[in-house]
């Protein structure tokens, strides 16, 4: 089934098509500036093209869509809610395009399918639990901007093997990359200001680089109860 929304339309009620299994695509107009709570919610959407004209997707909004593979997020959107795409399982790449700035708890939270993230230059904050147990993706790259990865951001990213950060990041919170057993390497920047002895599974780490000048003391002085190598650069 397949919906087009007259282009009249500025406003989707909170609900309005929640639980619509067999709705495969809508056409949303511009116009309509925030894609309220649960609008979308469990719906058997296939692909969705979200207009220049939203700022903003609410809470749980595309919460359980289970068939969404694809998914570009445009530059006016400002922030995503909570558990706004989570659940989204067969969701493979996701491109968030310069302009959107945060992400709430648990945004993309459970994911599965989820290879491929393109993330904007204007992001500052990766939220709680935001990619949490998003069990395919491999490889990431944290843009320059980002300066705050809150607590569970990646938690649980089984198959995560490769982290990049760019010398904007100053804090990585609580469990951020704990448990994903694949990742063996990290390279952390020394403009990181503030990271917690288990923000990363350290006892899964092979190798720890760390730029000369960094002040983190404590994972020198505690580096035999790793089993990883520490490493300057």
């Known amino acids: 089934t397949s ?10 009620k909170e609900g309005a098509f929640s639980g619509c299994e067999n709705l495969k695509s809508i056409n949303i107009p511009n116009g309509v500036k925030y894609i309220q ?17 939203v700022t903003a997707i609410g809470n749980d909004a595309f919460r359980s869509c289970k068939s969404l593979k694809n998914l570009v997020i445009p530059g006016n ?41 393109a993330f904007p230059s204007t ?15 491999r490889s990431l790259t944290i843009p320059q901007g980002v300066k705050t990865i809150r607590e ?11 982290v990049k950060f760019s010398s904007s990041v100053r804090c990585i919170e609580e ?6 057993p694949c990742l063996k390497e990290v390279t952390l920047p020394k403009t990181i200001e503030f990271m917690k002895e288990n923000s990363f599974s350290f006892y899964d780490l092979e190798t720890i680089r760390i730029q000369k000048g960094w002040s983190y003391e404590w994972l020198v002085k505690n580096k035999k109860r790793y089993s990883a190598t520490i490493a300057y650069f």
């Open 175 to 180: 469990y951020a990359f704990f448990d994903c």
């Open 152 to 162: 569970h951001a990646f938690s649980g990213c089984k198959a995560l093997e490769n």
């Open 37 to 53: 709570k649960e609008t979308f919610k469990s719906c058997g959407l296939e692909s969705i093209s979200i207009p220049n004209s």
């Open 3 to 12: 919906v087009t929304i007259p282009s009249s339309v500025t406003e989707i």
């Open 123 to 137: 992001m500052e904050e990766i939220g709680d639990s935001a990619f949490s147990d998003c069990d395919s993706l």
């Open 77 to 117: 959107v400002e922030w995503i809610g909570q558990c706004a795409f989570c659940g989204c399982t067969d969701l493979r790449k996701l491109v968030m395009q310069n302009g959107v700035q945060k992400l709430y708890y648990a945004a993309f939270m459970w994911c599965e399918n989820l290879e491929d993230i």
